[in-house]
């Protein structure tokens, strides 16, 4: 039995887990995929890495600031480009992880007790009121006080609607269902070595275009990159419109063929490889406005993520510092770390 299970190990659930733990509580984060960062995805393949989710951080608020500068005094960030190009330069500066995104969720989840690989597929009050959670894979059943719902919300609707307005109320259900995603598909591309000359720009957006919404030479954010790399990303209406592909191969090839002619490098349409992966819950386009959305039940029940509030990393981090708070408001109200990122990792 734990205090506290966290549903998904992205960045929100991760920075909650990990406020929670550092308090004193006893904490178990389950995670549906093999990795963890949700968003903060990094593929590894073809003898290197790519990042196909978030490519780059940007820091805003001075909470978010500071967490940035922890992560480049520990090298797990650097500065990639100050400039992402659209109709003008947007100059601010772009942070990445040379090692790939993904190794943020990893210096976050340090000494976390995370059960990866593992999808809770039903959630349930157990005869002595607690939450009980029953996993996909091995049948194994959880316990916990108090929980924490950190992944999209229609996820967390699906997962929460057979509870029914007995356990949550309509109003919670209501308000759940209300938040909406839009889609994305990520191409990563491979090529020779040979393939010149590189454009002199690190990425680019594309604003209001029918198929793409992005495009990175992801391979310059790494040292000594083997081949060049490039991710692409596309508009939501074409992630729409071929979301329920069985093959998403023929999706990637559009993508890069799109770009070679709009951006006048032929070669962009010949890689030496390709992989193509869908996010059916890319970006948040209808927001819960507040950091939490929390059930008003006998047990806390807490939903967090980039979907309260906005501003997607930043937001997600703050939202899971949030749901700490409320959490710890539930349960036995012990001291939490300082809210300063500086001091929580040290």
């Known amino acids: 039995m734990n205090d506290v299970v966290v549903i998904g190990a992205g960045m929100a659930g991760l920075v909650c887990a990990?406020?929670?733990?550092?308090?004193?509580?006893?904490?178990?984060?389950?995670?549906?995929?093999?990795?963890l960062g949700g968003r903060l995805a990094t593929r590894r393949l073809h003898g290197t890495w790519a990042d196909h989710g978030a490519c780059y951080l940007k820091s805003k608020g001075e909470l978010f600031t500071s967490f940035v500068e922890l992560l480049r005094d520990r090298h797990i960030l650097e500065v990639w480009t100050d400039q992402?190009?659209?109709?003008?330069?947007?100059?601010?500066?772009?942070?990445?992880?040379?090692?790939?995104?993904?190794?943020?969720?990893?210096?976050?989840?340090?000494?976390?007790?995370?059960l990866l690989n593992q999808r809770v597929t039903e959630i349930n009050l157990t005869p002595d009121n607690l939450w009980r959670l029953t996993l996909e894979s091995s049948n194994e059943e959880l316990t916990a006080k108090a929980l924490v719902i950190a992944i999209p919300a229609p996820q967390?609707?699906?997962?929460?609607?057979?509870?029914?307005?007995?356990?949550?109320?309509?109003?919670f259900l209501t308000n759940l269902s209300t938040i909406e995603f839009s889609p994305c598909i990520s191409a990563i591309a491979g090529y020779p070595t040979s393939s010149h000359p590189l454009p002199d720009w690190k990425a680019l957006n594309f604003v209001d275009d029918a198929i793409l919404g992005w495009i990175g030479l992801d391979s310059s954010k790494r040292s000594q990159p083997l081949q060049p790399v490039f991710v692409l990303q596309s508009s939501a209406n074409f992630a729409q419109l071929h979301l329920e592909s069985s093959d998403l191969q023929?999706?990637?090839?559009?993508?890069?063929?799109?770009?070679?002619?709009?951006?006048?490098?032929?070669?962009?349409?010949?890689?030496?490889?390709?992989?193509?992966h869908r996010w059916r819950y890319a970006f948040p386009s209808v927001l819960w406005q507040d950091q939490i959305l929390s059930a008003q039940t006998e047990l806390p029940l807490v939903c967090c993520g980039d979907w309260c509030g906005g501003n997607l990393?930043?937001?997600?981090?703050?939202?899971?510092?949030?749901?700490?708070?409320?959490?710890?408001?539930?349960?036995?109200?012990?001291l939490l770390p300082d809210m300063n990122f500086l001091k929580v990792f040290t």
């Open 313 to 334: 990393a930043e937001g997600a981090m703050l939202s899971g510092l949030a749901a700490s708070v409320e959490i710890n408001n539930h349960l036995n109200q012990l």
């Open 250 to 276: 023929p999706s990637g090839k559009e993508m890069l063929s799109y770009a070679a002619q709009a951006l006048e490098i032929p070669w962009l349409d010949t890689p030496d490889w390709l992989q193509v």
């Open 84 to 114: 992402v190009y659209e109709l003008q330069p947007n100059v601010a500066p772009r942070y990445v992880a040379p090692a790939g995104m993904s190794a943020i969720a990893k210096f976050i989840a340090q000494n976390l007790n995370i």
């Open 18 to 35: 990990q406020q929670l733990s550092q308090a004193g509580y006893s904490v178990l984060v389950v995670e549906k995929s093999r990795g």
């Open 156 to 171: 967390a609707l699906m997962l929460l609607t057979s509870l029914g307005e007995e356990v949550l109320s309509k109003e």
